[in-house]
């Protein structure tokens, strides 16, 4: 979606925002021809996506992967992810982003819970007949 918004092709995309940092990284300024807007604060389209981390209770590697996780937590791995070309917003405090990204304590989501969000059926189903899907 992200490369189609810059190719001029569609109008806009909903896109979670490090798609966007990838491509302007991929295409360079030069080549980045779209930018990022956000919905108006607590609209019902202006949600957080949480990525999450877990540990399998079959795992047979529990205390390293429950050592991976603390790594991944702490702020010496967010400084990893906060610094790559993932793009994602770290969650240690005190740990920046190498992006001008809007500082995550000043974002105002919806207060929507993923429950209320439903299984996405009505969703995918509205962005087909909106021919964005």
Partial sequence: MTDR????????????QYYWY???????????HSAIAFFAPRDVGYVLNVSGAGILKS??????AQRFLAFLTSAQGQEIIAHSDS???PVASGVTTAQPL???????PNGITIAELGTGAEAIKLLQEAQLL
């Fill in 5 to 16: 918004v810059n190719r001029g092709q569609v109008a806009l995309g909903l896109i979670n």
């Fill in 22 to 32: 990838r491509a302007r990284a991929q295409a360079g300024p030069g080549g980045t």
């Fill in 59 to 64: 795992s047979a590697h529990r205390a390293e």
């Fill in 87 to 89: 793009f994602e917003y």
């Fill in 102 to 108: 809007t500082p995550f304590g000043q974002l105002q």
